[in-house]
T-cell receptor
Framework: AQSVAQPEDQVNVAEGNPLTVKCTYS??????LFWYVQYPNRGLQFLLK??????LVKGSYGFEAEFNKSQTSFHLKKPSALVSDSALYFC???????????FGKGTRLHILP | DVKVTQSSRYLVKRTGEKVFLECVQD?????MFWYRQDPGLGLRLIYF???????EKGDIPEGYSVSREKKERFSLILESASTNQTSMYLC?????????????FGPGTRLTVL
């Protein structure tokens, strides 16, 4: 069965430091991978996705993620965190038409001023 | 910009009531989705639709039904609401390719069933 894991429920980072939010997946084919962010009292917003091509994907608000096939990971990164990056982040994966998109349980990111 | 709207931000209903949650998208998207979001469980897909009058079950369809009579509108129906259906409900739409196209989400409806 396809699955996606976000091993950390919460990540705390000081403002200005680099941040990483982890995501690993388990699929039987080639994955399509997504990151979404949910700010307080708002719906989910798309950040970035990997479909094919360059393993390093750049997205909104200065975020990027690297697709690592050997480690089955798609970690979200940003070189310098802002307090406004504090939010709930979801990783998602899908494989083929018969499989629905599967979301991770979410990681709450706290950026400390 | 794509806009996905949901009929209510907050809703309080009683056990046994029939509940309708409405979702409308304004960008002529083919696909629409209903999720519920619960702490510690992330998002779970209830139903999705890839065309008018077409629907597919997601991971947790029990206790729910859907209706898509027009392309822009996707309704989620709780035939007889129960307390375990208290949750945040999120609607989403995507353009065409159900695999690769970005999903655009509405602001959510927080439903409380008493």
């Amino acid at each position: 069965a396809q699955s996606v894991a976000q091993p950390e429920d919460q990540v705390n980072v000081a403002e200005g430091n680099p941040l990483t939010v982890k995501c690993t997946y388990s699929v039987s084919g080639n994955p399509y991978l997504f990151w979404y962010v949910q700010y307080p009292n708002r719906g989910l917003q798309f950040l970035l996705k990997y479909i094919t091509g360059d393993n390093l994907v750049k997205g909104s608000y200065g975020f990027e993620a690297e697709f690592n096939k050997s480690q089955t990971s798609f970690h979200l990164k940003k070189p310098s965190a802002l307090v406004s990056d504090s939010a709930l982040y979801f990783c998602a994966v899908r494989v083929n038409r018969d499989d629905k998109i599967i979301f991770g349980k979410g990681t709450r990111l706290h950026i400390l001023p | 910009d794509v806009k996905v709207t949901q009929s209510s931000r907050y809703l309080v209903k009683r056990t046994g009531e029939k509940v309708f949650l409405e979702c409308v998208q304004d960008m002529d998207h083919e696909n629409m989705f209903w999720y519920r979001q619960d702490p510690g469980l992330g998002l779970r897909l209830i139903y999705f639709s890839y065309d008018v009058k077409m629907k597919e079950k997601g991971d947790i369809p029990e206790g729910y039904s859907v209706s898509r009579e027009k392309k822009e509108r996707f309704s989620l129906i709780l035939e007889s609401a129960s307390t375990n259906q208290t949750s945040m409900y999120l609607c989403a739409s995507s353009l065409w390719d159900i695999l690769t196209d970005t999903q655009y989400f509405g602001p959510g409806t927080r439903l409380t069933v008493l």
